[in-house]
């Protein structure tokens, strides 16, 4: 390394944190050289000196910033000044990466010492055998909680809440309860809200902090507690629990067993993670590209786009016969081979804006009682609006460019009844596949593509055969 380098790298050291992120709030790649060449040069104080400050997302950005011998080398030179929490503020694919180089012995280290919920999203990527052995280097009831947690189902309640919460009986006193926080060590480090229970760990009531601060010492509990309770069940869906925050407007909630008593909380950061992903996954899928992550590999990109790929292929050979439906007429009117890709590719488009709405009002909830009747009379009024308002723009516009009416006239009736279609088939095929316990997001775009184009070949080429007589 030059001399000047070094110089530079030494002016870099000197300044403060904020020289991590450039104005643009884009981390500094001179930030990143530095650390880079501490690194090569095994300087573990550097390399902690200028990775203690960060948080931990940005821990977790610094990651995803280096190649993959990088990563390892920083994990093994920060040792136990490493944060495993920063494992989980990466893409999946980079996390696994790290786990499978790193040894359990260490790895069960790190873990130790983390909020449970971050301990089982790293361990949850484990096979079961590395699983077992991480958790059986573990204390009997840090154990005994991860399993508990990695029991449940995945993207469930019980796999994202914590189990680390504060619960009382009824008969305390306010005076009690304020001893009790701060004489015991064993407590969350963060908190929002203390759980009322009965000797079976049925939850009774809530008591927010701000109640406590302005309560006197004397003052029961149970007459200052919430009894109005929004309680998750351990084996809902993650999705569900977050739309459970968002209706509620909460920031912590309790998670409760089969049995009702209750066994971790849920929090307002790992809803908005999982608002996050799950508009991620939804959006991808209506991408066809699958659960994938810009850190993927090649070869595991190409594996996951393949399917649905071949998905596409498939139904553009069905298109293609439905054009070779029509061959004796496009030869005898070379027009409508320029005209026809108009047609399919306006429904295509409609369509997708009628199924994006659909999927979302779906996925949010928002289709009970007379909002679907709504929803579907308003979308094919609206295709049938845009139908004619394009159909007579479109005719008008071949009409000129050919002088033939005929002509103008017969796009103008397939492009309204393409859109008529593009609209009734966005919003029924996302219905359908909902009924049929089917993800909509995953295979709605194939199927309203495909009907839109074989509609609008069929319409166009079939009135065009029909109002010239070529059939």
Do not use: C
């Not at 380098?5 to 000197?14: I, M, Q, S």
């Not at 809440?161 to 480090?189: H, K, N, S």
Request: avoid cysteine.
């Amino acid at each position: 390394m030059s001399s000047d380098f070094e110089t530079e790298l030494g002016k870099e050291a000197e300044m403060d944190v904020s020289a991590f992120r450039d104005a643009d709030d884009r981390i500094n790649p001179l930030w990143i050289e530095r650390l880079r060449a501490f690194i090569e040069g095994h300087r573990a104080e550097d390399v902690a000196m200028v990775m203690e400050p960060l948080h931990t997302s940005d821990v977790g950005d610094v990651l995803e910033h280096l190649e993959h011998d990088e990563r390892l080398a920083l994990v093994r030179i920060l040792g136990d000044k490493f944060d495993y929490s920063a494992l989980t503020e990466v893409d999946e694919s980079i996390r696994i990466e790290l786990m499978e180089a790193l040894p359990n012995a260490e790895i069960a280290r790190g873990v130790a010492n983390l909020d449970s919920d971050d301990a089982v999203a790293i361990l949850e990527d484990l096979g079961k055998e590395d699983q077992n052995e991480i958790l059986s280097a573990l204390p009997t009831f840090e154990r005994l909680s991860l399993k508990r947690s990695l029991d449940f189902p995945e993207k469930s309640a019980g796999r994202r809440m914590q189990t680390e919460f504060i619960a009382i009986p009824p008969f305390w006193t306010v005076g009690q309860m304020i001893d009790y926080l701060r004489a015991e060590r064993d407590l969350p480090d963060e908190f929002f809200q203390i759980y009322v229970v009965d000797a079976g760990y049925k939850v009774l009531g809530t008591v927010p902090l701000d109640r406590v601060l302005r309560s006197q010492r004397a003052v029961k509990i149970e007459s200052i507690m919430n009894t109005s309770l929004v309680l998750i069940e351990a084996s809902e869906d993650q999705e569900e629990a977050a739309r459970a925050f968002e209706r509620y407007d909460l920031i912590e909630v309790g998670v409760v067993d089969d049995s009702g008593r209750l066994v971790g909380v849920l929090t307002i950061d790992d809803m908005v993670d999982v608002i996050t992903e799950e508009a991620d996954e939804d959006i991808k899928l209506l991408a066809g590209v699958g659960d994938e992550d810009l850190s993927d590999t090649t070869i595991d990109t190409v594996r996951s786009r393949v399917p649905w790929l071949v998905i596409n292929l498939i139904t553009a050979v069905l298109v293609s016969l439905v054009i070779g439906l029509f061959n004796g007429t496009i030869e005898h009117m070379v027009e409508l081979a320029v005209l026809m890709p108009i047609v399919a590719s306006m429904g295509g488009n409609a369509g997708a804006q009628t199924m994006t709405v659909t999927v979302r009002a779906i996925a949010m909830r928002e289709l009970e009682g007379g909002r679907l009747r709504r929803l579907i009379r308003r979308e094919m009024v609206v295709g049938f609006a845009n139908g004619v308002i394009f159909a007579i723009l479109i005719g008008i516009i071949t009409w000129l460019r050919y002088g033939n009416e005929g002509l103008g006239a017969v796009i103008a009736l397939a492009m309204i009844t393409n859109l008529v279609v593009a609209g009734t088939a966005g919003i029924l095929i996302p219905l359908t596949l909902n009924r049929l316990k089917a993800d909509p997001a995953i295979a709605s775009a194939v199927f309203v593509t495909t009907v839109t184009d074989v509609v609008g070949f069929f319409a166009f080429l079939g009135i065009a055969g029909l109002w010239f007589g070529l059939f």
